[in-house]
């Protein structure tokens, strides 16, 4: 890589001096800026980003050695490269200038070649640096993409799981509510509307429904099409899950007929265990899985459009809180009949 022209930044309080080196500085094609004293050095690195210093050390109130002490101490100033020139030439001034951050050190007699190549070769190095840091940059900013998306597709345990590489097996949780909500005549309506605006409508419905599963401390799990599945009481303990999910089921009915497409929902909801856990290699998500999500979709399917209803079993945890109104006992496809009530509400 060769360096291209730098921004070096001039500290000396003499004006012969300043102007000395800035020329000769400059005819090497880098730009500069000069400061009079410590202070107003500091104030100007504060400011700007300068990919080089070249600092006199005898200075009236703050000279080389404290600004040099100050960039050390700031976070953002310190990997800004530093060479002292100055009239004082004892080793000793040198070695406690490179102690306290300086890179290298010239006198102010300074042999042009020689301020060329030390500046060359610090401005290649700090230019090297800022790349590195952009790249540096670039890679947190795609990681941190990377974790919204994860964050986006799993729940956030899971999610923090993932990232740290902890193997995820399937696992039965027992007492888990399940949600299925579907928009009634979804297919219909797409199919005489133009796909943009079934699109945004449904991701506005969908956007509201994540909200309510969120304000009722419930999870999302996924969508599939118009078709929502929500969890209550699987990775976040819940003292009443099925209230919960039946007081989401009513607030999700709500905000479809609030739509500007004027959809209606059904809503199934059953309780039991489930097994969860993340399936797929490739292309891997989060999912749940067993008869209790079986049953709840089944619920949904014959569903008055408009309504939520649970499982009998699913009631028992509710019938002294809510009101509702059985259905009795009805064939579900692939299962026994089991009753089904819709619920109207609560006490």
């Not at 022209?5 to 003499?14: P, S, T």
């Not at 005819?27 to 980003?49: M, R, S």
């Not at 700090?126 to 986006?152: F, M, P, S």
């Not at 004027?262 to 309780?271: A, F, L, M, S, T």
Request: hydrophobic share 40%.
């Amino acid at each position: 890589m060769t360096a291209q022209a730098g921004r070096i930044l001039v500290v000396d309080d003499d004006l012969m001096n300043r102007k000395k080196i800035s020329m000769a500085v400059q005819a090497l094609g880098h730009d500069t800026e000069v400061a009079e004293d410590g202070k107003e050095a500091l104030e100007k690195l504060g400011q700007a980003n300068y990919d080089l210093v070249l600092l006199d050390i005898l200075m009236p109130g703050m000279d080389g050695y404290a600004v040099l002490s100050e960039m050390k101490a700031d976070p953002d100033l310190r990997g800004t490269p530093v060479i002292v020139i100055s009239a004082v030439d004892d080793l000793e001034s040198v070695v406690k200038a490179i102690e306290l951050g300086a890179e290298d050190y010239l006198p102010k007699s300074f042999n042009p070649v020689i301020l060329k190549a030390r500046i060359g070769t610090y401005i290649e190095r700090a230019q090297y640096r800022a790349q590195d840091r952009i790249y540096h940059q670039q890679v947190e900013r795609a990681k941190k993409r990377a974790d919204e998306l994860l964050a986006t597709l799993m729940p956030k345990q899971i999610a923090r799981m993932l990232k740290a590489n902890e193997k995820l097996l399937p696992i039965l949780y027992e007492d888990v509510t399940v949600l299925f909500c579907d928009i009634v005549g979804f297919t219909t309506y797409s199919e005489n509307n133009p796909p943009e605006t079934v699109f945004a409508q449904l991701e506005s419905l969908v956007g509201q429904f994540e909200d309510l599963v969120a304000d009722h401390g419930m999870m999302k799990v996924k969508t599939i099409g118009d078709a929502f599945l929500a969890t209550a009481n699987l990775l976040q303990d819940l003292d009443q899950p099925v209230r919960e999910a039946v007081s989401c089921g009513l607030e999700m009915v709500e905000a479809a007929n609030r739509s500007e497409a004027d959809w209606q929902v059904r809503v199934g909801i059953d309780h039991g265990p489930v097994i969860a856990g993340i399936i797929g290699r490739k292309n891997f998500q989060f999912d749940v899985w067993g008869d209790t999500v079986n049953t709840a979709a089944r619920i949904e399917e014959v569903s008055k459009p408009g309504s939520v209803s649970v499982s009998g079993r699913a009631w028992q945890n509710l019938h002294q809180q809510a009101r509702g109104r059985s259905l009795g006992m009805v064939d579900l496809k692939g299962k026994e009949p089991i009753e089904v009530i819709e619920c109207q509400g609560f006490r």
